[in-house]
């Protein structure tokens, strides 16, 4: 299905049906028409929300399809162009009307207020936005948005000849599961080398947008970007501070416990040191787990696992296919990754990644399911701000998911093989852990030091790489390589700052999965029941209503660590 022809979820009463939203003086006026509107009640004031949520929507959709095609093919001018041309041209003009309308709702909502338990995180961010908003930003930011696009285009042109065929590096990373250790060498260094001829230009990109970024801080008049992103984020429940001993607590508790899992590795592969072509393979030298040969049969099994969940998400997931919302397998100019983003006048999920048939994949569809399923359980709420949480939460929503469907990957496996993925996939759990620190603490060095000179960032990164678990492979003749090696995380060029919500997530997921194997239907209800609340609660009690602790203490980790070490070693 034509994305733009799909049925709105409910009928528009204030923005006209034939209205163009990539036409910038149609979408003015109707966000003038907002503006100009007198309101002399707390019911009007509501009327008045739930048109702007109704605009906000419409045009939150109209940016998300232009995405999508752009993402689905970054070497196509007809997809890519008019994705340009919106960011250069809508936004910029959207921006400073917001900024009137965060200012009229705040002022007239002293004259009517509304309930204030329904209401008080709407208002605590509208607030936050108000302070942050600089009309001499809206440029900068543009930039930056172009800058993330150039960043897609050069990572989906990424191609290698290898094994006889042009290949894309999802594709050629098939070739690091390969029993045969020069293959997967040689897999990993062509991949690595062609990354390497596109580093200047990445370099260049990331220097502007850091630059962009941090006049954008300054012009808001803040210390840093930290200070600035962390507003941006609506981050009210933890500090760049608590950052900071999420880093130390992991260093101290997790990667320990990567090492033992490194250790075990090096020990079943007989080998003196383990290389960077050696951390995906299979350590007892089995070939790679083949969960589908189509990614047609992805689908269908995924489908059975979430019918074995729970039967209303199998039939949300049905709703997906049926519907078109799934773009999953990879080829020539597609962007890099995975995500899932909502079409939020239609309030129904679309679902991209990069599938070539190896265990990752159905991780990662598990992984994008938990996102579908979030928007879908809050799709309800009137108010489009609502119909979203924060980061933190959402990504608990996904990684949740794949731990609850990973319970049914006899779906895609063999009893041996189910013990073998469900074995590597704690195994990525630990990492994650360890990887959301290390990226983490890498950006706070970023944005703490401004004045850095590209030389001093690729020291600062390969120092934090070995700090969080690096000093465990040998990189003896690779050491341009490995300096570079954080290009590969979008999330650092496109997303800044964002990468503590996975391990953040990470945690509130093991306590669900702790919770699930005591109780699995009331584990289930609870994490239903919190995505359903959507972002119209404060973070700590979504977690609390999934009955967990929002909290990344010492106290709370050592435990859930503890635990999945004791599975981990069940699974050899």
């Given at each position: 299905m034509?994305?733009?022809?799909?049925?709105?979820?409910?009928q528009?009463t204030?923005?006209p049906?034939?209205?163009d939203?990539?036409d910038?003086k149609?979408?003015?006026?109707?966000?003038?028409?907002?503006?100009d509107?007198?309101i002399?009640?707390s019911q009007?004031l509501?009327?008045w929300?739930l048109?702007?949520?109704e605009?906000?929507?419409?045009?939150?959709?109209?940016?998300?399809?232009?995405?999508?095609?752009?993402t689905?093919?970054?070497?196509?001018?007809?997809?890519?162009?008019p994705?340009t041309?919106?960011?250069?041209?809508v936004?910029?003009?959207v921006?400073p009307l917001n900024?009137?309308l965060?200012r009229?709702?705040?002022?007239?909502?002293?004259s009517?207020?509304?309930d204030?338990?329904?209401?008080?995180?709407?208002n605590?961010?509208t607030?936050?936005?108000v302070?942050l908003?600089?009309?001499?930003?809206v440029?900068?930011?543009?930039?930056?948005?172009?800058l993330?696009?150039e960043?897609?285009?050069?990572?989906?042109?990424?191609t290698?000849d290898?094994?006889?065929k042009?290949?894309?590096?999802?594709q050629i990373?098939?070739y690091?599961?390969?029993?045969?250790?020069?293959?997967?060498?040689?897999?990993?260094?062509a991949?690595?080398k062609?990354?390497?001829?596109d580093?200047?230009r990445?370099?260049?990109i990331?220097d502007?947008?850091?630059?962009?970024r941090?006049?954008?801080?300054?012009?808001?008049?803040?210390?840093?970007?930290?200070?600035?992103?962390?507003?941006?984020?609506?981050?009210f429940?933890?500090?760049p501070?608590d950052c900071k001993?999420?880093?130390e607590?992991?260093?101290?508790?997790?990667?320990?416990?990567?090492?033992?899992?490194?250790?075990?590795?090096?020990?079943?592969?007989?080998?003196k040191?383990?290389r960077?072509?050696d951390m995906?393979?299979?350590?007892q030298?089995?070939k790679?787990?083949k969960?589908?040969?189509k990614?047609s049969?992805?689908?269908?099994?995924?489908?059975k696992i979430?019918n074995?969940?729970d039967n209303?998400?199998g039939?949300?997931?049905?709703?997906?296919?049926?519907?078109?919302l799934?773009?999953l397998?990879?080829?020539k100019g597609?962007?890099?990754?995975g995500y899932?983003?909502?079409?939020?006048e239609?309030?129904?999920?679309f679902?991209?990644?990069?599938?070539v048939?190896?265990?990752?994949?159905?991780?990662?569809?598990l992984?994008?399911?938990?996102?579908?399923?979030?928007a879908?359980a809050?799709?309800?709420?009137?108010l489009?701000d609502?119909?979203?949480?924060?980061?933190e939460?959402?990504?608990l929503?996904?990684?949740?998911?794949?731990?609850?469907g990973?319970?049914?990957m006899?779906e895609f496996?063999t009893l041996e093989?189910?013990?073998r993925s469900?074995?590597?996939?704690?195994?990525?759990?630990?990492?994650?852990?360890?990887?959301a620190?290390?990226?983490?603490?890498?950006?706070?060095?970023?944005y703490?030091h401004?004045?850095?000179?590209?030389?001093?960032?690729?020291?600062?990164?390969?120092?934090?790489y070995?700090?969080?678990g690096g000093?465990?492979?040998?990189w003896?003749?690779l050491k341009?390589?490995?300096?570079?090696?954080?290009?590969?995380?979008?999330?650092?060029?496109?997303?800044?700052?964002?990468?503590i919500?996975y391990?953040?997530?990470?945690?509130?997921a093991?306590?669900?999965?702790?919770?699930?194997?005591?109780?699995?239907?009331?584990a289930?209800?609870?994490y239903r029941?919190?995505?359903?609340?959507?972002g119209s609660?404060?973070?700590p009690e979504?977690y609390?209503?999934?009955?967990?602790k929002?909290?990344?203490?010492?106290?709370?980790i050592?435990?859930l660590?503890?635990?999945?070490?004791?599975e981990?070693?069940?699974l050899?």
């Amino acid at each position: 299905m034509d994305l733009a022809q799909l049925p709105a979820y409910q009928q528009r009463t204030f923005v006209p049906e034939a209205a163009d939203l990539t036409d910038v003086k149609i979408v003015k006026d109707l966000y003038q028409k907002l503006l100009d509107r007198p309101i002399y009640s707390s019911q009007e004031l509501q009327e008045w929300l739930l048109e702007r949520s109704e605009l906000d929507a419409a045009l939150n959709q109209t940016a998300s399809i232009l995405y999508i095609h752009m993402t689905c093919h970054t070497d196509d001018p007809q997809s890519a162009g008019p994705y340009t041309q919106f960011i250069q041209t809508v936004p910029p003009a959207v921006k400073p009307l917001n900024d009137e309308l965060n200012r009229k709702y705040l002022k007239i909502l002293k004259s009517y207020p509304l309930d204030a338990s329904r209401y008080q995180v709407y208002n605590r961010a509208t607030a936050t936005d108000v302070d942050l908003f600089i009309e001499a930003n809206v440029p900068l930011q543009t930039k930056v948005d172009l800058l993330s696009q150039e960043y897609q285009t050069v990572c989906g042109a990424m191609t290698v000849d290898f094994d006889g065929k042009e290949q894309t590096m999802p594709q050629i990373a098939k070739y690091l599961l390969e029993p045969a250790r020069q293959k997967r060498e040689d897999a990993w260094r062509a991949m690595t080398k062609r990354r390497m001829a596109d580093k200047d230009r990445l370099e260049h990109i990331f220097d502007e947008m850091f630059k962009d970024r941090c006049q954008i801080a300054a012009n808001a008049r803040m210390n840093n970007f930290i200070e600035y992103q962390f507003r941006a984020y609506h981050r009210f429940d933890y500090t760049p501070s608590d950052c900071k001993k999420y880093h130390e607590t992991v260093e101290k508790l997790v990667v320990p416990l990567y090492s033992e899992i490194l250790k075990k590795r090096r020990q079943e592969m007989k080998l003196k040191s383990l290389r960077p072509w050696d951390m995906a393979v299979d350590p007892q030298g089995r070939k790679p787990l083949k969960p589908f040969e189509k990614v047609s049969d992805l689908t269908v099994k995924t489908q059975k696992i979430f019918n074995d969940l729970d039967n209303e998400l199998g039939s949300q997931f049905q709703q997906m296919k049926n519907l078109g919302l799934l773009d999953l397998e990879s080829h020539k100019g597609k962007a890099p990754g995975g995500y899932q983003n909502t079409l939020s006048e239609a309030r129904r999920p679309f679902i991209f990644m990069n599938a070539v048939g190896v265990d990752d994949d159905v991780r990662t569809l598990l992984h994008e399911g938990g996102h579908a399923f979030h928007a879908l359980a809050c799709a309800q709420d009137p108010l489009l701000d609502y119909r979203h949480a924060p980061m933190e939460f959402c990504e608990l929503a996904s990684m949740a998911m794949e731990l609850l469907g990973g319970q049914y990957m006899d779906e895609f496996y063999t009893l041996e093989d189910t013990k073998r993925s469900n074995r590597e996939h704690l195994e990525s759990m630990v990492h994650i852990l360890v990887w959301a620190a290390n990226i983490d603490a890498f950006q706070h060095w970023l944005y703490e030091h401004p004045n850095h000179s590209p030389h001093e960032r690729r020291q600062a990164w390969v120092s934090f790489y070995q700090q969080f678990g690096g000093k465990f492979l040998d990189w003896q003749d690779l050491k341009e390589e490995q300096a570079y090696l954080w290009h590969r995380q979008l999330h650092i060029f496109e997303v800044p700052l964002y990468y503590i919500e996975y391990g953040i997530a990470q945690l509130g997921a093991l306590q669900l999965w702790l919770k699930a194997k005591k109780d699995p239907k009331k584990a289930l209800a609870d994490y239903r029941h919190s995505l359903s609340l959507g972002g119209s609660r404060p973070l700590p009690e979504l977690y609390e209503a999934a009955g967990i602790k929002f909290d990344f203490s010492q106290e709370l980790i050592k435990p859930l660590v503890d635990e999945v070490y004791k599975e981990w070693s069940k699974l050899w």
